[in-house]
């Protein structure tokens, strides 16, 4: 694999069918040219849900009482919520050049948002066969990636701060009884969205690095 360029761009407040529309247009210009350079795109977005491809609804308790506009996506997992205080995170990352391995790449997601967390003073971990982020027994960071031609768009929310009411309207992420919590209500402190997003630019430059570098390890 051969080096190649990382952006991150931070998008501010966005409606979620503009940020998708934007997510497909990269990865399709990724897809046909192998030459351009991974992006990050950091932003938070007008309430809404998602559910990825998956037969099984049940995780939205139906969906006609839902308050705010729900998309069916092309990632996997059951529903989320999006919405103000969230910082949403959306690499679009070549993985034919680095290994073509999924597992690796949700776990370099992961570890991105705990060493993020740790700078806030929060202690996060991985639970065994649960995808996400974890204080305890409480998810602070929810991850649903698609990929197209090992191209990956989606990724990752983060709760940074304000009203985590809307996620009592469905089954986070498919999981019975979690408990959903934030930056904000594990450290009693008020921190934005930008300034976590600031955080995040710092460390997932580093993270990229080591993702690019152990491919060229194993190729070698």
Not at 23 to 46: C, I, P, Y
Not at 179 to 194: L, N
């Amino acid at each position: 694999m051969s080096e190649r360029s990382f952006s991150i761009r931070w998008l501010g407040r966005v409606a979620f069918a503009d940020a998708l529309a934007l997510q497909e247009d990269l990865v399709a210009k990724k897809r046909a040219n192998h030459s351009l350079g991974d992006e990050l795109f950091l932003l938070e977005h007008e309430p809404v849900y998602t559910i990825g491809r998956t037969p099984d609804q049940s995780s939205l308790r139906g969906s006609a009482h839902l308050p705010h506009p729900l998309f069916p996506i092309n990632r996997g997992g059951q529903a989320t919520y999006h919405g103000p205080g969230q910082l949403v995170g959306y690499p679009i990352i070549d993985l034919r050049r680095c290994g073509q391995d999924l597992h690796r790449y949700l776990r370099w997601i992961e570890a991105l948002l705990i060493e993020t967390l740790s700078s806030f003073g929060v202690s996060a971990q991985t639970r065994t066969g649960l995808t996400g982020v974890w204080i305890d027994d409480r998810k602070i960071a929810s991850i649903g990636v698609g990929v197209r031609h090992w191209v990956t768009m989606h990724g990752f929310a983060l709760n940074v701060c304000g009203d985590l009411a809307p996620f009592d309207q469905i089954v986070p992420c498919g999981i019975a009884n979690v408990t959903m919590t934030s930056i904000e209500k594990e450290t009693g402190r008020a921190h934005s969205v930008r300034e976590v997003a600031t955080r995040v630019e710092a460390i997932a430059a580093g993270h990229i690095a080591r993702l690019h570098e152990e491919e060229l390890a194993q190729t070698s």
